[in-house]
């Protein structure tokens, strides 16, 4: 599917898991994007844009998953011969466990629906192993292994440890991967053996997940819609990414975003900021790595997605950072600079990995900024990429996202001349997105 920013397109955003159906199992799927998609074409939409679809952690936020790759499992469609190797019976049998008129009614129940739907995969696992591996499948895990092995690996330990992906509070000897393995490999044979098969039930979830993606961006194309992801520009320091990447991150730093005055129902967002809880990357070693760290994550999104918005993406250039994590917040709230500084040893926050007060600054900033985008622009190949560019932003980043090709984002409420008067769409640059509203914002019919 071509797209040009020579052609206007108009498009709906929506989170998958809210577009539901009557025979759904509590949550929306991709049978219910397949009916979304086909009401956007009749109304004469061509995109239709979704929140991240990565796998969540326990808050079941789409911005805080726990791969930057692997899909979230809840969001399948999960029926009698889908996947193939879910039968009726089987289905019957778990379903009947739940109780589906609750789980149908009202917001969604991301836990129990969890529960449901990973049970669910789990009958369809063990009657796929029990027959001869297909080597569409064995194709699969070997052309992803890069990060399909260490996200199977940490889903697992996750299993081993309670469920939960806060590695710094597993077992001594899980909590990083070198020695994990070490663990791993000094237990029992039928340990090692049910740990495997733990790992390959995880690699199945992902195959299936990624069949099902597939067909719906062949099905969109049908429509003529085209389909838009969205790749948070930080990644949730208990991931599957960060795990096993340590060295690329610098994890006493947390992103965020700088003060903001106009956050009158936050009080720490007003002094302080947002501390978001994101680790730092360490540029300088991703960049000695090639950044394939970010290659993989764009391709995982180019699979699926006919273009897909970086969410902050001035965090390429220069982020905000604090020297504690979002759970200490209200520890700092009442402090004063001098204050808060002795208790952090003299660090204080401040943007990472310069800020912009002198023209030396911003122009590195600007620089590699640029070349860290020319990667993702380069791997992104065909597909199209925006930049969601809001919040307090530098001089220089919007001339640089348009050299570079990437569409920006207008707020047509915020977009106003110097003496007050709004912005007409007309004198918007031709390689924008008019939106009324992004995942932060109320929707549009809530602000009147």
Known sequence: MTLSPDRKIAGVLAPLFALRREDDLGIGDLESLREFIDWAAEIGFKLVQLLPINEMGGDHSPYNAISAVALEPTTLHLAPGSPADLTQADFDEVVGEFDLERLRHGGVKHARVRRLKMALLEKAYRRFASKQTPEVFNAFCQIEAPWLDEYSFFRVLMEENGGHETWDRWREKHRDAVSARE??????????????????????????????????????????????????????????????????????????????????????????????????????????????????????????????????????????????????????????????????????????????????????????????????????????????????????????????????????????????????????????????????????????
Request: proline content about 6%; cysteine-free.
């Open 183 to 448: 663990w791993l490999q000094s237990q029992p044979e039928r340990k090692r053996t049910r740990f495997e098969d733990r790992e390959r039930f995880y690699r199945y979830v992902q195959w299936i997940a990624d069949r099902q993606w597939q067909d719906v961006r062949s099905y969109a194309e049908t429509r003529g819609i085209a389909l838009m992801g969205d790749i948070p520009f930080g990644v949730n320091l208990y991931s599957a990414d960060v795990y096993s990447h340590r060295d690329q991150f610098a994890i006493d730093w947390s992103g965020g975003a700088p003060p903001e005055p106009y956050f009158k129902d936050d009080e720490f967002t007003q002094q302080w900021g947002q501390n978001w809880g994101i680790p730092l990357y360490r540029w300088d070693v991703m960049r000695a790595r090639n950044l394939d760290w970010w290659r993989w994550r764009v391709r995982g999104v180019r699979k699926i997605f006919h273009l897909f918005r970086i969410d902050h993406v001035l965090g390429f250039y220069r982020i905000y950072a604090f020297p504690w994590r979002p759970t200490r917040n209200q520890e700092f709230l009442p402090l004063s600079w001098e204050q808060m500084r002795e208790k952090t040893s003299g660090a204080f926050p401040q943007f990472y990995p310069r800020d912009d007060s002198t023209w030396e600054n911003s122009e590195a900033n600007r620089r590699e900024g640029e070349e860290y985008l020319r990667a993702v622009l380069e791997e992104s190949r065909e597909t199209r990429v925006i930049g969601e560019d809001l919040g307090t932003v530098p001089d220089y980043v919007r001339p640089s996202l348009l050299s570079l090709g990437i569409a920006g984002f207008k707020i047509p409420q915020w977009e106003n001349h110097p003496n007050g008067r709004s912005i007409s769409g007309a004198e918007y640059q031709r390689i924008s997105v008019a939106t009324y509203a992004t995942h932060d914002h109320k929707p549009l019919r809530a602000m009147w």
